[in-house]
């Protein structure tokens, strides 16, 4: 029986054709201010749908972030309050510029708990990055209010959420800047890839300077920067991705609906991430089991469903973080989390048949360990 995998993108005819014309054209990149042909045309499709005044491609949603806290000049001796329950990177770019994160703990549905980063305030708080988790959005209100009365921006990590509504309003578009990452797995890919929308010009201008090693002209850099730019055929791969995003995202959405239909009541599992004010994209489909969670994944994988654990370490109890000192802090929520939590297969690629593995055999792995 064939593996099915967590994640898979899917790709046609229309990407196919899409990254011939680049290679056709022999322009692989664009080294300029405003960037190439398609890195426009990307960020065009990623400004229509938010409605944003602007958007920067770059070349992966770490790159995003890291851009954002250049560009508001976040440096040494200035905090970052993220939370643990993330992939590595939310907080890793704090560390890269120069500052402090100061992880705070999530709430049962994944997501930062505003009361938490509320509480971790001070004076040196520069920014706050709340993650949209597994494609989830977070408590957008509660969270800009609270930074909003302290002035401090809020920058989203939007990497798993391209297409998530909040109150009507698009992920990526609730704060300062959004971010997003177009990884191989995500919802819309470009292999590796990145995009930050801001309805600030100043803003958007110092991102393009910060992809571009702060050059508007060739060699004169006006501020630090890196080489951040996304090569065009990810950014033309990209733009096709973006014009199916609708059908993917109702695919993944059908695809949940199954799966909740079929496994989300089981006596020892429950699903938390729902509220009716707010869209979820299931970048990925998890669920909580009350115990034995490795032993589900383990007969997961005998029955070659790619089922898979995120984020099995909370960042602060990474090495990295641990090494620095920061493993001590008890974040319940969060380390609870990462015991309980397990992703199944939701992707557009899969099939009814795939699908129907899935829950049977999730089903089968439940009842013989919870
Ligand atoms: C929540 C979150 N933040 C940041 C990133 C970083 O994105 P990238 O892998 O494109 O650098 C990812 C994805 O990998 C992510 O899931």
């Known amino acids: 029986m064939s593996f099915i995998p967590i994640n898979r993108p899917l790709l046609g005819e229309e990407e196919r054709a899409a990254v011939e014309d680049v290679l056709a ?36 949603g770490t790159a995003a972030l890291h851009s954002v806290l250049m560009a508001l000049g976040v440096k040494p001796g200035d905090e970052v309050i993220v939370p643990s329950f993330t992939f ?20 049962p549905d994944y997501n930062m708990d505003p009361r938490e980063f509320r509480r971790a305030i001070t004076r040196k708080t520069k920014a706050v990055i709340p ?21 401090i921006p809020v920058i989203e990590d939007a990497a798993e959420s391209m297409g998530a509504t909040y109150k009507g309003t698009q992920t990526g578009r609730l704060s300062s800047a959004g971010c997003f990452s177009m990884y191989a797995s995500k919802v ?26 702060g050059m508007v002209e060739h060699n004169d850099s006006r501020h630090l920067g890196f080489n951040y730019r996304l090569p065009e055929m990810g950014a033309a791969l990209a733009s096709v991705q973006m014009d199916r995003l609708g059908g993917f995202l109702d695919a ?15 006596e020892g599992v429950s699903f938390t991430q729902k509220s009716g004010d707010r869209t979820h994209v299931y970048y990925l489909y998890t669920l909580y089991l009350r115990k034995n969670r490795d032993r589900v994944l383990a007969a997961l994988h005998s029955a070659n469903v790619g089922s898979a654990v995120y984020f099995q370490i909370p960042a602060h109890k990474t090495q990295l973080y641990a090494r620095l000192g920061y493993g001590r802090k008890v ?7 990462s015991k309980h939590v397990i992703s199944l297969p939701v992707h557009p690629g899969l ?20």
Do not use: C, W
Request: glycine residues 8%; aromatic residues 6%.
């Open 131 to 151: 993650v949209h988790v597994f494609g989830y959005p977070a408590d957008m209100d509660e969270i800009r209010e609270a930074a909003a009365s302290k002035s």
């Open 331 to 337: 974040l319940k929520n969060t380390e609870a989390a």
């Open 188 to 213: 819309v890919t470009s292999g590796e890839g990145g995009a930050i929308s801001t309805d600030d010009d100043e803003l958007a201008d110092k991102l393009r300077l910060v992809r571009n090693h």
């Open 25 to 60: 054209s022999g322009k692989l990149t664009d080294a300029s201010y405003e960037g190439g042909k398609y890195v426009r045309e990307f960020e065009g499709k990623v400004k229509a749908l938010l409605g944003a005044r602007h958007a920067v491609a770059v070349n992966s």
């Open 88 to 107: 590595v990177a939310t907080a890793n770019v704090v560390l890269a510029s120069g500052a402090r994160p100061v992880f705070v703990d999530t709430k």
């Open 351 to 370: 099939s009814e048949a795939d699908l129907g593995r899935v829950a049977d055999g999730f089903l089968r792995a439940a009842k013989e360990n919870l």
């Open 252 to 266: 993944r959405a059908k695809n949940a609906k199954y799966l909740t239909e079929r496994v989300a009541s089981v």
